[in-house]
Nanobody, 122 residues
Framework: QVQLQESGGGSVQAGESLRLSCKAS?????MAWFRQASGKEREAVAA????????YYTNSVKGRFTASQDNAKNTMNLQMDSLKPEDTAMYYC??????????????????WGQGTQVTVSS
């Protein structure tokens, strides 16, 4: 079992920054950030491999968001700069199965945190 805990959400104005963190109980092949805005489907935002290398960024956040592995063990961060109102959503940390190998696809993420709210006002 993989336990995930997000932190760092908040309410900011457009153009400001936030940094989210996700602490995992153990390492997995991939970890990712998803978000779900009111009335929209949950979407993948960014994903990293277990060595900290980038695996995915959704086009809408490229150049603004950066996912990284913290020096602390089993911690994934999401630095969010130049935030826009359209970034408003509940942000979730996710991980694949402990024994997952190979590529990480959307449906491979089976462990989820409880989410942290990000609200960006114009």
């Amino acid at each position: 079992q993989v336990q995930l805990q997000e932190s760092g959400g908040g309410s900011v104005q457009a153009g400001e920054s936030l940094r989210l963190s996700c602490k995992a109980s153990r390492s997995t092949r991939c970890m990712a950030w998803f978000r779900q805005a009111s009335g929209k489907e949950r979407e993948a935002v960014a994903a990293i491999y277990s060595d900290g290398s980038p695996a995915y960024y959704t086009n809408s956040v490229k150049g603004r968001f950066t996912a990284s592995q913290d020096n602390a063990k089993n911690t994934m961060n999401l630095q969010m700069d130049s935030l826009k109102p359209e970034d408003t959503a509940m942000y979730y940390c996710a991980a694949v199965r402990e024994d997952h190998r190979g590529p990480c696809y959307r449906n491979d993420y089976v462990h989820w945190g409880q989410g942290t709210q990000v609200t960006v006002s114009s």
